[in-house]
T-cell receptor, first 114, second 115 residues
């Protein structure tokens, strides 16, 4: 799997946009970028994923650079409930099994401040 | 869509005992995954089923661990002769087979404490 690099922690004011960066400079052409978040004592929650085009859903927007070496997850109006660990994952292909692995790193701890 | 259900939510056991966890995936999701998460770390992959077939096992899955999905629906993860190092959150996830990039949907896990 392509390795991802994320800041360890970030703060954001409630009501403001939270922009979470992720570097994935070794991503290959057919690998998707996924974002999950995990609130304390819960399982990871799927947010969004994309290949090369920008994506938007009811939770967030995903901006992927043209060279695909980095991406940004945008929470447009952060609330206190968005405080969580956010994982950026590049989903690679296990050549032995054909399974596309989801390998988590350490993520970014986002603290939304009132 | 009732989500992925895991039972129990918490389990405390003494070292050396056997424990079994259950996962009920989202209906009609034929792919099922088990992950383990220790404090402060991201989830680590353990094993993967497509229908009833266990297609992949991580090297993290020692001989004391066994997972089954007998009818291609719910799955169980058993740990024999538990050790203190087995203390962790055990997460189950499922996905449909719509293509290789269908997102995984996780349950809220079973937290195991081995004393």
């Amino acid at each position: 799997d392509a390795k991802t690099t994320q800041p360890t922690s970030m703060d954001c004011a409630e009501g403001r946009a939270a922009n979470l960066p992720c570097n994935h400079s070794t991503i290959s052409g057919n690998e998707y970028v996924y974002w999950y978040r995990q609130i304390h004592s819960q399982g990871p929650q799927y947010i969004i994923h994309g290949l090369k085009n920008n994506e938007t859903n009811e939770m967030a927007s995903l901006i992927i650079t043209e060279d695909r070496k980095s991406s940004t997850l945008i929470l447009p109006h952060a609330t206190l409930r968005d405080t969580a660990v956010y994982y950026c994952i590049v989903r690679g292909l296990n050549m032995d099994t054909g399974r596309r692995a989801l390998t988590f790193g350490s993520g970014t701890r986002l603290q939304v401040q009132p | 869509d009732t989500g992925v259900s895991q039972d129990p939510r918490h389990k405390i056991t003494k070292r050396g005992q056997n424990v079994t966890f259950r996962c009920d995936p989202i209906s009609e999701h034929n792919r099922l995954y088990w992950y383990r998460q220790t404090l402060g770390q991201g989830p680590e992959f353990l094993t993967y089923f497509q229908n009833e077939a266990q297609l992949e096992k991580s090297r993290l899955l020692s001989d004391r661990f066994s997972a089954e999905r007998p009818k291609g629906s719910f799955s169980t993860l058993e740990i024999q002769r538990t050790e203190q190092g087995d203390s962790a959150m055990y997460l189950c996830a499922s996905s449909p087979y719509i293509g290789d990039n269908s997102p995984l949907h996780f349950g809220n896990g079973t937290r195991l404490t081995v004393t």
